[in-house]
């Protein structure tokens, strides 16, 4: 499984970004995608997630009522709106991939496929 996160760059606070992150070596509906975020100094979090049909959403309470979480298998990509943003949701953002057969988690370390990182800059 390769994914290919894109999107990010640099956006004024209160403005919009749409994340994208592009599977491929996989039958992307075998897999639930999560996103994470790493601050400078800081450990990566969860922010949200998505289980492999697209019916289930989860949010970090720091992103909720913000950002949403959505996929189009058919186009194996998972997609991260991000409204409304704050100087805080600077950060590299991260997709990450877990098998379907449990429910999307916001641990880190039930990910076992990782995209390289996107960085999102929020200036004030």
């Known amino acids: 499984v390769q994914l290919q996160a894109s999107g990010g760059g640099l956006v004024q606070a209160g403005g919009s970004l749409r994340l994208s992150c592009a599977a491929s070596?996989?039958?992307?509906?075998?897999?639930?995608i999560g996103w994470f975020r790493q601050a400078p100094g800081k450990e990566r979090e969860f922010v949200s997630a998505i289980d492999w049909s697209g019916g289930s959403t989860y949010y970090a309470d720091s992103v909720k009522g913000r950002f949403t979480i959505s996929r189009d298998n058919a186009k194996n990509t998972v997609y991260l709106q991000m409204n409304s943003l704050k100087p805080e949701d600077t950060a590299v953002y991260y997709c990450?991939?877990?098998?379907?057969?449990?429910?999307?988690?916001?641990?880190?370390?039930?990910?076992?496929?990782w995209g390289q990182g996107t960085l999102v800059t929020v200036s004030s």
């Open positions: 990450a991939a877990h098998d379907y057969g449990v429910a999307p988690t916001p641990l880190l370390s039930e990910y076992d496929y």
């Open positions: 070596g996989c039958s992307f509906d075998d897999y639930n």
